[in-house]
């Protein structure tokens, strides 16, 4: 059981270029959240999904856009990255029924 | 909207002592509580959480209080060891809407 992963772990980006980050969970659960962390910032949601095929913007959502084709598996792209993008992208999920979010190792990403 | 803070940005404590790291929340309505560690390069993970029906949860070695009545929460480690080194996150919910507000997170460095 590997909970949540995150694919990539690490990426450096130039303004403009575009790029997916893959998370996975196999808990089965129904909710899945993308989030972002910057210095003293704590977590900032930026989307979310309640279950497969569906999607809502969080707190932060522009420039990002998601996708929820499977169950297991939601996908945050950047179309064009800028340098504000900059920061740790975390994803978590969470069972029906149940509150407590599990999340994944995050991605750390750089926007030069 | 919900806001959640935390008192202090930094907390250091000797190994041995009791840690007591605390979390303000606006939303009189939240009824579910959670506390998050995170430590350095990983995803946060669940330590212990309280619903608004009880003002004390116990786990080994930590405890969660909640004053509904100020909208306080804090989370008290006994026995502070090195490993307990993180950034501890307190989130919180109302009405089973499964999208946490978290706040920005108290570092906790323990001395040897």
């Known amino acids: 059981n590997a909970g949540v992963t995150q694919t990539p772990k690490f990426r450096v980006l130039k303004t403009g270029q575009s790029m997916t980050l893959l998370c996975a969970q196999d808990?089965?659960?129904?909710?899945m959240y993308w989030y972002r962390q910057d210095p003293g910032m704590g977590l900032r949601l930026i989307h979310y999904s309640v279950g497969e095929g569906t999607t809502a913007k969080g707190e932060v959502p522009d420039g990002y856009n998601v996708s929820r084709l499977k169950k297991q598996n939601f996908l945050l792209g950047l179309e064009s990255a800028a340098p504000s993008q900059t920061s740790v992208y975390f994803c978590?999920?969470?069972?029906?029924?149940?509150?407590?979010?599990?999340f994944g190792p995050g991605t750390r990403l750089l926007v030069l | 909207g919900e806001s959640v803070g935390l008192h202090l940005p930094t907390l250091s404590v000797q190994e041995g002592d009791n840690s007591i790291i605390n979390c303000a929340y606006s939303?009189?309505?939240?009824?579910?509580f959670i506390w998050y560690k995170q430590e350095s390069g990983k995803g946060p993970q669940f330590i212990i959480d309280?619903?608004?029906?009880?003002d004390k949860r116990q786990g080994q070695r930590v405890t969660v209080l909640l004053n509904k009545t100020v909208k306080h929460l804090s989370l008290q480690i006994a026995a502070t060891q090195p490993g307990d080194s993180a950034v501890y996150f307190c989130?919180?919910?109302?009405?089973?809407?499964?999208?946490?507000?978290f706040g920005r997170g108290t570092s906790l460095i323990v001395h040897p």
């Open positions: 978590a999920s969470t069972g029906q029924g149940a509150e407590t979010q599990y």
């Open positions: 309280i619903r608004s029906n009880m």
């Open positions: 808990m089965n659960h129904e909710y």
């Open positions: 939303n009189s309505a939240s009824d579910y």
């Open positions: 989130a919180c919910s109302w009405g089973g809407s499964y999208i946490p507000t």
